[in-house]
């Protein structure tokens, strides 16, 4: 018998093993891929929730010796913008706008910072921004797909961006409060954007120990001016306001205005008024430093109302009487002899007979006025005026 060699080849059955092992093969790397892809996406998605976050309220890294420097669209304008054109495009006038705070993955598509990496848009409610792109299995054969939400949380409440506190002590040079008697003399105003694109000013007083508060105020960086009255001063500051926060600080003007003892006399608390014609004003003082105390000469000063005043009286005795012209405010008026006051005496002081001109004119009545009173041994004082009987 004659053996017949021939060339081998795969069974039906290899064959169909062959096309299995491939399918196989073939379906782990798709998937893997798509899974890579899907990963990619998810990724990128995520970038830019934390890049419309920023755009929102700021990135809380960027800051300068220490003082946060970013505040986003909240930080500029006062408000969350009601949606995410708004990051984009000025709403209409704002003066406070100061965007755009994104920019866009692609430049020929202008509304692309608006969808995420599946090419859906974002859904935005003041708190989260949320990508309803990305879909995870779950239905089986032919059954719905799940979602795979993606959120970025802006922040828990809004109160936690517009509704802060600012607080803050004012002292003089010494370390003074204003005390009962100064603490009308001074105004705290803080610049605030209102949320509709200006610019609002809010203004507070002091109590006796020079403390203020302000309420409801948006995240950023805002001006705060510490204005002392009698002299129209102002000490400008900023106040650094971050979520959730109740900044503290405290502000030391250049002078020193209340310090007890400085220079030796002190005013009466409460002891300034008008007179009956309202034409002139008086007030006390104490001699509290220990020794006696001569004055030779005054500087009275103040703002507001043009007019001159003819009279200085020290105790009941008049030490000053120019009648044309008669002083104005800021200028040195010299007594007709040295004053002396006793240690631990309380006497009066007049400034009388105020008119519209520097020879004469009509009567002009100084309610509601603040004055400094400047002494020539150093002391200077704040009176304050009421209103006129």
């Not at 960027?62 to 669209?73: E, I, P, Q, S, W």
């Not at 007083?205 to 948006?218: C, K, L, Q």
């Amino acid at each position: 018998m004659i053996r017949i060699h021939g060339n081998s080849g795969f069974t039906l059955v290899e064959v169909v093993l062959v096309i299995i092992i491939a399918g196989i093969l073939t379906t782990i790397a798709f998937q893997a891929g798509t899974n890579v892809y899907d990963t990619a996406r998810t990724e990128e998605t995520k970038q830019e929730l934390d890049l419309l976050a920023f755009a929102i309220t700021g990135n809380p890294e960027l800051n300068n010796n220490g003082v946060r420097t970013d505040f986003g669209y909240v930080g500029d304008n006062g408000a969350l913008p009601p949606n995410l054109d708004f990051l984009m495009q000025n709403p209409g006038g704002y003066a406070t706008w100061n965007g755009p705070y994104m920019q866009n993955r692609f430049s020929q598509v202008t509304d692309d910072y608006k969808t995420d990496a599946w090419g859906k848009d974002y859904e935005y409610n003041g708190l989260t921004i949320t990508s309803k792109g990305k879909t995870i299995g779950g239905g089986g054969c032919g059954g719905p797909t799940t979602s795979g939400d993606i959120v970025r949380r802006i922040c828990n409440a809004t109160d936690e961006l517009l509704v802060n506190r600012v607080n803050g002590i004012v002292f003089d040079r010494s370390g003074t409060p204003p005390g009962d008697d100064y603490r009308d003399s001074v105004r705290i105003v803080l610049t605030v954007p209102n949320g509709s694109g200006a610019l609002a000013t809010r203004t507070a007083a002091v109590t006796a120990g020079g403390y203020f508060t302000f309420d409801s105020i948006p995240i950023g960086n805002h001006n705060l001016d510490i204005i002392y009255l009698p002299d129209n001063d102002t000490l400008s500051r900023f106040v650094s306001v971050t979520p959730k926060s109740t900044p503290y600080n405290e502000y030391f003007l250049a002078s020193s205005l209340w310090s007890p003892g400085v220079a030796g006399l002190t005013k009466v608390p409460n002891s300034d008024s008008l007179k009956n014609d309202c034409q002139g004003f008086f007030f006390w003082i104490q001699n509290n430093s220990g020794s006696d105390i001569t004055v030779s000469s005054v500087v009275l000063t103040w703002s507001g109302t043009t007019a001159y005043y003819r009279y200085v009286i020290w105790d009941g005795a008049i030490v000053f009487n120019r009648n044309n012209p008669k002083a104005a405010s800021g200028e040195l008026v010299t007594f007709s002899g040295p004053q002396t006051i006793n240690v631990s005496e309380t006497i009066k002081i007049e400034f009388d007979n105020f008119r519209t001109f520097p020879n004469g004119g009509t009567q002009v009545n100084m309610d509601n006025i603040n004055f400094s009173v400047e002494f020539s041994d150093g002391t200077t004082l704040n009176v304050i005026t009421g209103d006129c009987p």
